[in-house]
């Protein structure tokens, strides 16, 4: 039998089998983080590495593209290849560059080819809105109405989406597929082995956002015949605000032209031949568009050395454990206080994060803030709470749902006004 005290939970992290790298991150001891599943916290060797790349510019100028450390001229290929194994990918499938949302522009300009009746991209209604504006957005440029050629899947009951329905929206009138990976509110994982394999019974191409699963889940990308994948490196990966994304393309796709061509989609032995007629690269380095942004990379570098050194399986295990633990404990503690747990219970269909809904979700979240306490609000009525299982702890959880609970008995909540912050 569990029991559900302070010392249970400091017990929990002394025997847990995954070493916890929380020691290398910069932890504020009077709060509790809870919202790595929007920015991931800073680590000491992150910002040692943005220090060693301003240095490499301080010391080599024009030559630190091709000496130093890290050449920069080389970059986002070696990270590319540190990446593979977050995504279970052949090294030369990935590349760090761009963003999110440019990424996918990219992909999509690539791999949609409206032809005779297949002329529409599936989505689905519960995707973050940057990639249904991108998708609109292309449609667009093809001369198509987003309102009849963008079809977008429902949910039965706003939070998750069933695989079957999915699949039953692959007409002979879709080109291509792109879906989330993870859906950002409930935290759903979904099947992306068996939508490919149902995609690709039916001619289509599918592509996946992997922005909420990238450092919280196992992929195998390669192995499940994805075509294409995106996401950004600044959540669970702690690589910093704005830093930059990656994409995936399985190798089948190699020799494919980029739809948005640039000059770092050249192959590298011949891209400084300043040739007008373009030769791009062999590899996932086609689909890179401009100069990669260094700086924005360089905590790459060091996140990408610790997830390799820890490895995503255990990772995953380790953010399984906690989030079982999490749930039981709200199930505990706050069995009368009208809090619902909608994320998916099972561990195979859970991402990282839990995903409580309260019709006072605005107000809680401003008083866990004041108790110190960080989470991520997700209006009306949602409450992302994030154990990243690289620096947070069993206590944090424990100290998180204890604040919940003084909150909620004491009311505390009814300080705050219902108005949501500019940025939630």
């Keep these: 039998m569990t029991a559900f005290t302070l010392q249970d939970a400091k017990n929990r992290d002394h025997q847990d089998s995954v070493a916890s790298k929380r020691d290398l991150f910069y932890i504020d001891d009077s709060k509790v983080y809870m919202d790595g599943n929007s920015l991931g916290l800073l ?25 130093g450390d890290h050449p920069w001229f080389y970059l986002s290929e070696k990270l590319g290849r540190d990446t593979a194994p977050l995504v279970g990918a052949k090294p030369e499938e990935v590349i760090v560059t ?5 990424n996918l522009h990219q992909l999509v300009a690539s791999f949609f080819q409206p032809k005779n009746n297949r002329t529409k991209i599936l989505a689905d209604q519960l995707n973050f809105p940057s990639d249904i504006y991108a998708l609109q957005s292309q449609l667009k440029l093809k001369g198509l109405d987003p309102s009849t050629h963008l079809v977008q899947v429902n949910s ?23 879906l ?33 699963s990238i450092g919280a889940t196992v992929h195998q990308l ?69 100069t990669p942004h260094i700086l924005s990379t360089a905590p790459l570098i060091a996140s990408l050395e610790m997830f390799n050194e820890v490895g995503i399986a255990s990772l995953r295990e380790r953010s399984l454990r906690m989030t079982d633990y999490f749930m039981n404990l709200i199930d505990h503690k706050l069995a009368n ?20 809904e309260h019709e006072e979700a605005v107000r809680i979240a401003k008083a866990l803030k004041a108790e110190g306490i960080i989470p991520d609000l997700r209006p009306p009525n949602g409450i992302r709470l994030a154990p990243v299982p690289l ?18 008995s004491e009311r505390k909540y009814e300080r705050f006004s219902s108005t949501r912050e500019v940025v939630s």
Excluded at 339 to 353: E, L, Q, T, V, Y
Aim: glycine letters at 10%.
């Design 391 to 408: 620096y947070n702890t069993y206590e944090d959880i424990f100290i998180t749902v204890q604040r919940l609970k003084e909150i909620m």
């Design 156 to 178: 039965k009951d706003g939070l998750t989406l069933a695989t079957e329905n999915l699949i039953q929206a692959m007409t002979d009138e879709i080109a291509l597929i792109v």
């Design 222 to 290: 390669h192995d499940w015949g994805v075509d294409f994948a995106f996401w950004c490196n600044y959540k669970y990966v702690n690589a910093g605000p704005g830093s930059t994304g990656g994409l995936f393309v399985h190798e089948k796709h190699f020799g494919a032209n980029p739809g948005l061509a640039g000059w770092f989609a050249s192959d590298k032995s011949k891209q400084f031949d300043m040739n007008h007629e373009p030769v791009f690269a062999e590899d996932a380095g086609a689909f890179q568009i401009g």
């Design 337 to 356: 206080d009208h809090f619902s747990i909608s994320n998916p219970r099972n561990a195979k269909s859970r991402g990282g994060h839990l995903y409580l």
């Design 98 to 102: 761009g963003s999110t949302t440019v």
């Design 180 to 212: 989330p990976s993870v859906l950002y509110r409930s935290g759903q994982v979904l099947d992306m082995e068996a939508l490919t394999e149902a995609a690709h019974e039916r001619g289509i191409l599918i592509g996946f956002d992997l922005c909420h």
């Design 43 to 67: 680590s000491r060797p992150a910002e040692q590495k943005v220090l060693e790349l301003l240095e490499s510019w301080k010391t080599y100028a024009i030559d630190g593209w091709t000496s």
